[in-house]
């Protein structure tokens, strides 16, 4: 499995912006995925995920209400749209794969296996 994660900018406080994750090499329908970040001089943080169902999604309490994540099964992408943004939204985010279909979505780092190249969104105040 491959990802590939694009859609950042620099943005406004306020403003949208929509990720995407790209995944190839097999179904993400098989797997439980995730959107994580890692803002400056700060530990990655789980931000939002799905179960590979799609029926189960979580969230950092942070982004509960502004971000939505969305499985986009005809385009085979996981995108997080995220609105209402802050500059403390500022981070690199990366989309990563579930080592387990576990019928929970784990928002630890050591539950995902396979990570995609990060994409910078910045968000000036």
């Known amino acids: 499995v491959q990802l590939q994660a694009s859609g950042g900018g620099l943005v406004q406080g306020g403003s949208s912006l929509r990720l995407s994750c790209a995944v190839s090499?097999?179904?993400?329908?098989?797997?439980?995925m995730a959107w994580f970040r890692q803002g400056p001089g700060k530990e990655r943080e789980f931000v939002a995920g799905f179960t590979r169902t799609g029926t189960t999604t979580a969230y950092a309490d942070s982004v509960k209400g502004r971000f939505a994540i969305a499985r986009m099964i005809t385009k085979k992408t996981v995108d997080l749209q995220m609105d209402m943004l802050k500059p403390e939204d500022t981070a690199v985010y990366y989309c990563a794969k579930a080592r387990l279909a576990s019928t929970r979505v784990a928002t630890t780092q050591s539950a995902y296996d396979t990570w995609g190249r990060g994409t910078q969104v910045t968000v000036r105040g």
């Open positions: 090499g097999s179904s993400f329908s098989e797997y439980n």
